[in-house]
């Protein structure tokens, strides 16, 4: 072997210790900003954005503020990111529950018994907060949950369409609009107050409404059969969400 070679072998050795090094530093420091972005998230919903200040956080996280600088530039650099680990969070959470559904119907269920859990935790102060103080970013959310609710909606069409549950002269393109549009709308009528929405039972009746204008007659048939069986019981990440106080 050549000198040459040798050398080579050292260097390559060397930027690979390197690398492990640096990766070991980065690992650890994503998971302390994870950490606190997941308790900020839930002193967010708690007390609000514009009420709690850097003091009352490093306070509430048991680190000190230079700690806390050393991941955010500025509270609304915090907010930030809370937000964006937030819509994270939950596209990954929802894409598991999408799973267990059985069927196109089971899992328009599961998606129902997921939107309850996300109601349960909605808070109004957090969502006044952020859409008076951080426009931006609350158009960001926005633009996330329509496109989120778009994808999902026609997904499950189409897959009710191929499992022989839904009707095949269904236009999947207009009637997810229409769903997205009935969502949304419901949720800013003030015919419909927040503790509505915290609730099953507007979901539930959305639910069954929804079903019997799409399902043809073997997805009734699934719809009748099954919805005594249907469980709105707590979904395991919020419970243990809860029990942890976030």
Request: with cysteine; hydrophobic share 35%.
């Amino acid at each position: 072997m050549t000198p040459e070679n040798i050398y080579t072998l050292e260097t390559i050795y060397t930027k690979k210790v390197s690398v492990l090094k640096k990766l070991y530093i980065f690992v650890p420091a994503m998971e302390k900003i994870n950490d606190i972005l997941y308790k900020v998230a839930g002193l967010f919903r708690k007390f609000g954005i514009k009420s709690i200040t850097m003091d009352d956080i490093s306070r509430e996280l048991g680190i000190s503020k230079k700690t806390l600088y050393q991941f955010f530039t500025e509270k609304t650099d915090l907010v930030n990111q809370v937000i964006e680990f937030e819509m994270n969070h939950t596209k990954s959470c929802f894409e598991s529950v999408t799973q267990l559904g059985k069927n196109a119907i089971s899992e328009l269920f599961e998606v129902n018994r997921f939107m309850v859990e996300m109601m349960k935790r909605n808070s109004a102060s957090f969502e006044y907060d952020l859409r008076k103080y951080f426009p931006e970013t609350y158009q960001k959310i926005l633009q996330s949950r329509r496109k989120g609710m778009y994808d999902s909606v026609l997904a499950n069409l189409k897959r009710g369409k191929a499992e022989g549950l839904y009707r095949s002269e269904l236009n999947e393109e207009i009637l997810t609009r229409l769903q997205i549009s009935r969502l949304e709308n419901m949720y800013g009528d003030p015919m419909f107050s927040i503790s509505d929405f915290s609730t099953e039972n507007i979901f539930k009746e959305l639910f069954i409404y929804h079903i019997r204008g799409i399902a043809n007659e073997q997805g009734i048939k699934y719809l009748e059969e099954n919805i005594q069986k249907f469980d709105y019981s707590e979904i395991e990440i919020f419970k243990h969400n809860r029990e942890q106080g976030i």
